[in-house]
C-alpha cells in the first residue's frame, strides 16, 4: 500500500497520471479532476473550485501531468499503477474523433431553441460524451447559459495546428475566434488587387487547406473571408509599449546601428509588427543610409504623434498651393501675351488697292505693344484671379501626389509567387509580398 501523501484526495488510491494544481500544489489523478471538473460544470459553475478545498477556482483547462511525479509512482510502485490503467483501459473513446480536454472551436452558430447559445468561432475544450450523440464541450464565450453545452460533433472543428514561421522557430498558436490584423497587403486575383490592406482587423474562423487560416476581415468596404498563411496575419491588440499594428510613428531621437546613422530623429514610419519580445520593426519614410528596409528598434526609440502626421498633410498642401500660385505669377506675362496674340487683328484691307493683307502677331512685337500701351503693369493683368486659382488646385493636388506616392512605394515591394489552389481560387491569397523576414534588418548595438 502506497503512503497516504501518493493517494488521490478524490478516489483515495494511488495517483494515476497525477496532475498538480498550481493554487495549493495538491496532486490529483488526472481523470478524477476531470471527472470533478465536468460535474461542477454541469452545476452550473463557470470554473470548477479546488477539490483540496483551499478554496480557489481553478482553470478547466487543467495543466499538463507532472511528469516526474508519473515516473516516480510507476517506478515504485509499478503493481498499482499496472492495475488502476487496466480498470482505466475500457473507457469509451469520444465520438466524433476528439479527445478528452481536447481544444475545438464551434463550426457554426449553436442555436438552442430559437436563440443563439454560442457563435461561429467560438473556443473551447471537449469534455466527454453525452448519451450516445452529443459530446459535452465548455465553451470559453457564450451567448446565453454558462457555456457548457451538449452538442453534435458535427457542430465543431479541431483548434488550429501549431505553427511554425519561416525561419523554423514555433510561433504562438493562434485560435479559432481570435482577433488578428493583416501583417501586410493581403492581395487576391491576378493582376493582384489589395483585397485587405495592411492593419485591417479580423477574426479566425477556421483552418484552411494547405496549413492555411481562414480569416473573416472587416474591412471598411464589407467583411471579406480569405485564407492566409500564418505570417500574414498578427494578433490584435496592443503590441510593446502600447503601439498597433500599422500606426504611424515618429522616432524620437536618432538611431544608430553600431556606429551608422541609420534614422533621425523625427523621421516618421509604420509599425509593421514584433520583431522579438523586447523589439518592434519599423518602416520609415527616409534612412539615412539610402536603405528602403524596416529597422527593429525597441519601443522607447519612437512615439505616436498624431500632430505630425496632420501637420505633415497640411504641410504637403501649403507647399504645392504656394508653388502653383508663384508660377502663375511668373508665366502671368506669357499668357497676357499670348491671349492678345489670339486676338489679334490678323486681317487688314487697304481701301486704295483693294488687296487685303494678312498680319501675324509675333511675341516679341505683342510684348513691346503691350509694354508701350501699358507699361510693365499691363503683363500682370488679371493675376490676382489667376493666382487665387491655381494657389487653390494646388492645394489640393498636392496631397493626391503624395497619396501617389505611397501609392508607388507600396507597389515597389517585392511581390510573392502566386500559389495556385484548386477549389474557388477566389478566396485565395496570391502572396503579395515575400516573408516578413525579407524586409527586416538585423540591427544590433
Ligand atoms: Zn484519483
Ligand atoms: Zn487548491
Same mark, same amino acid.
Given at each position: 500500500m502506497a503512503p497516504v501523501e501518493w493517494l488521490c484526495e478524490l478516489c483515495t488510491e494511488i495517483l494515476l497520471d497525477p496532475v498538480t494544481l498550481p493554487c495549493c500544489g495538491e496532486s490529483f489523478c488526472q481523470e478524477c479532476l476531470r471527472q470533478w471538473t465536468i460535474t461542477k460544470l454541469e452545476d452550473g459553475a463557470q470554473r470548477p473550485r479546488c477539490p483540496a478545498g483551499c478554496g480557489k477556482k481553478i482553470d478547466y483547462r487543467l495543466p499538463q501531468t507532472s511528469k516526474v511525479l508519473r515516473q516516480l509512482l510507476e517506478s515504485s510502485h509499478s503493481a498499482e499503477i499496472a492495475e488502476r490503467r487496466g480498470e482505466a483501459e475500457d473507457v469509451t473513446p469520444l465520438l466524433g474523433g476528439f479527445e478528452a480536454w481536447q481544444e475545438v472551436a464551434a463550426a457554426r452558430d449553436i442555436v438552442v431553441g430559437d436563440q443563439v447559445y454560442v457563435s461561429f468561432g467560438t473556443s473551447g475544450v471537449v469534455l466527454c460524451n453525452h448519451e450516445t450523440t452529443h459530446v459535452k464541450v465548455k465553451f470559453d464565450?457564450?451567448?446565453? *447559459? @454558462? *457555456? @457548457?453545452l451538449n452538442v453534435f460533433p458535427a457542430q465543431l472543428m479541431p483548434q488550429l495546428p501549431r505553427s511554425r514561421s519561416a525561419c523554423g522557430s514555433e510561433q504562438r498558436a493562434l485560435q479559432i475566434g481570435e482577433a488578428v490584423v493583416a501583417a501586410l497587403n493581403l492581395t487576391t486575383g491576378e493582376p493582384p488587387v489589395v483585397a485587405v490592406p495592411f492593419g485591417t482587423p479580423g477574426t479566425i474562423v477556421g483552418a484552411a487547406v494547405e496549413g492555411r487560416i481562414e480569416v473573416l476581415f472587416t474591412s471598411s468596404s464589407g467583411p471579406k473571408r480569405l485564407n492566409v498563411q500564418r505570417f500574414e496575419i498578427e494578433t490584435a491588440g496592443e503590441l510593446l509599449g502600447g503601439f498597433r499594428m500599422a500606426q504611424q510613428v515618429k522616432a524620437c531621437r536618432d538611431i544608430y546601428a553600431e556606429a551608422i546613422l541609420l534614422v533621425e530623429s523625427g523621421t516618421l514610419g509604420q509599425v509593421l509588427g514584433e520583431y522579438s519580445d523586447t523589439r518592434l520593426v519599423v518602416r520609415f519614410e527616409r534612412r539615412m543610409d539610402g536603405s528602403e528596409q524596416a529597422v527593429n528598434l525597441g519601443p522607447g526609440e519612437i512615439e505616436f504623434d498624431r500632430k505630425a502626421m496632420q501637420q505633415r498633410a497640411m504641410t504637403c498642401a501649403a507647399i504645392s498651393g504656394v508653388c502653383a500660385a508663384g508660377s502663375a505669377l511668373v508665366t502671368q506675362p506669357f499668357d497676357v501675351v499670348k491671349t492678345r496674340m489670339q486676338i489679334h487683328c490678323m486681317v487688314t484691307s487697304d481701301a486704295k488697292s483693294g488687296y487685303r493683307y494678312f498680319k501675324v502677331a509675333r511675341v516679341g512685337k505683342t510684348f513691346r505693344e503691350t509694354m508701350a500701351m501699358a507699361g510693365w503693369r499691363g503683363l500682370w493683368v488679371g493675376s490676382m484671379a489667376r493666382v487665387v486659382q491655381m494657389g487653390l488646385s494646388g492645394l489640393l493636388i498636392g496631397p493626391l501626389f503624395e497619396y501617389a506616392e505611397l501609392l508607388s512605394n507600396d507597389a515597389d515591394r517585392p511581390l510573392r509567387h502566386p500559389l495556385i489552389l *484548386?477549389?474557388? +481560387? *477566389?478566396? @485565395?491569397?496570391?502572396? +503579395?509580398?515575400? @516573408?516578413r523576414d525579407m524586409f527586416i534588418e538585423v540591427k544590433t548595438g
Amino acid at each position: 500500500m502506497a503512503p497516504v501523501e501518493w493517494l488521490c484526495e478524490l478516489c483515495t488510491e494511488i495517483l494515476l497520471d497525477p496532475v498538480t494544481l498550481p493554487c495549493c500544489g495538491e496532486s490529483f489523478c488526472q481523470e478524477c479532476l476531470r471527472q470533478w471538473t465536468i460535474t461542477k460544470l454541469e452545476d452550473g459553475a463557470q470554473r470548477p473550485r479546488c477539490p483540496a478545498g483551499c478554496g480557489k477556482k481553478i482553470d478547466y483547462r487543467l495543466p499538463q501531468t507532472s511528469k516526474v511525479l508519473r515516473q516516480l509512482l510507476e517506478s515504485s510502485h509499478s503493481a498499482e499503477i499496472a492495475e488502476r490503467r487496466g480498470e482505466a483501459e475500457d473507457v469509451t473513446p469520444l465520438l466524433g474523433g476528439f479527445e478528452a480536454w481536447q481544444e475545438v472551436a464551434a463550426a457554426r452558430d449553436i442555436v438552442v431553441g430559437d436563440q443563439v447559445y454560442v457563435s461561429f468561432g467560438t473556443s473551447g475544450v471537449v469534455l466527454c460524451n453525452h448519451e450516445t450523440t452529443h459530446v459535452k464541450v465548455k465553451f470559453d464565450s457564450v451567448l446565453h *447559459g @454558462t *457555456g @457548457t453545452l451538449n452538442v453534435f460533433p458535427a457542430q465543431l472543428m479541431p483548434q488550429l495546428p501549431r505553427s511554425r514561421s519561416a525561419c523554423g522557430s514555433e510561433q504562438r498558436a493562434l485560435q479559432i475566434g481570435e482577433a488578428v490584423v493583416a501583417a501586410l497587403n493581403l492581395t487576391t486575383g491576378e493582376p493582384p488587387v489589395v483585397a485587405v490592406p495592411f492593419g485591417t482587423p479580423g477574426t479566425i474562423v477556421g483552418a484552411a487547406v494547405e496549413g492555411r487560416i481562414e480569416v473573416l476581415f472587416t474591412s471598411s468596404s464589407g467583411p471579406k473571408r480569405l485564407n492566409v498563411q500564418r505570417f500574414e496575419i498578427e494578433t490584435a491588440g496592443e503590441l510593446l509599449g502600447g503601439f498597433r499594428m500599422a500606426q504611424q510613428v515618429k522616432a524620437c531621437r536618432d538611431i544608430y546601428a553600431e556606429a551608422i546613422l541609420l534614422v533621425e530623429s523625427g523621421t516618421l514610419g509604420q509599425v509593421l509588427g514584433e520583431y522579438s519580445d523586447t523589439r518592434l520593426v519599423v518602416r520609415f519614410e527616409r534612412r539615412m543610409d539610402g536603405s528602403e528596409q524596416a529597422v527593429n528598434l525597441g519601443p522607447g526609440e519612437i512615439e505616436f504623434d498624431r500632430k505630425a502626421m496632420q501637420q505633415r498633410a497640411m504641410t504637403c498642401a501649403a507647399i504645392s498651393g504656394v508653388c502653383a500660385a508663384g508660377s502663375a505669377l511668373v508665366t502671368q506675362p506669357f499668357d497676357v501675351v499670348k491671349t492678345r496674340m489670339q486676338i489679334h487683328c490678323m486681317v487688314t484691307s487697304d481701301a486704295k488697292s483693294g488687296y487685303r493683307y494678312f498680319k501675324v502677331a509675333r511675341v516679341g512685337k505683342t510684348f513691346r505693344e503691350t509694354m508701350a500701351m501699358a507699361g510693365w503693369r499691363g503683363l500682370w493683368v488679371g493675376s490676382m484671379a489667376r493666382v487665387v486659382q491655381m494657389g487653390l488646385s494646388g492645394l489640393l493636388i498636392g496631397p493626391l501626389f503624395e497619396y501617389a506616392e505611397l501609392l508607388s512605394n507600396d507597389a515597389d515591394r517585392p511581390l510573392r509567387h502566386p500559389l495556385i489552389l *484548386g477549389e474557388d +481560387p *477566389g478566396r @485565395t491569397i496570391v502572396h +503579395p509580398r515575400s @516573408t516578413r523576414d525579407m524586409f527586416i534588418e538585423v540591427k544590433t548595438g
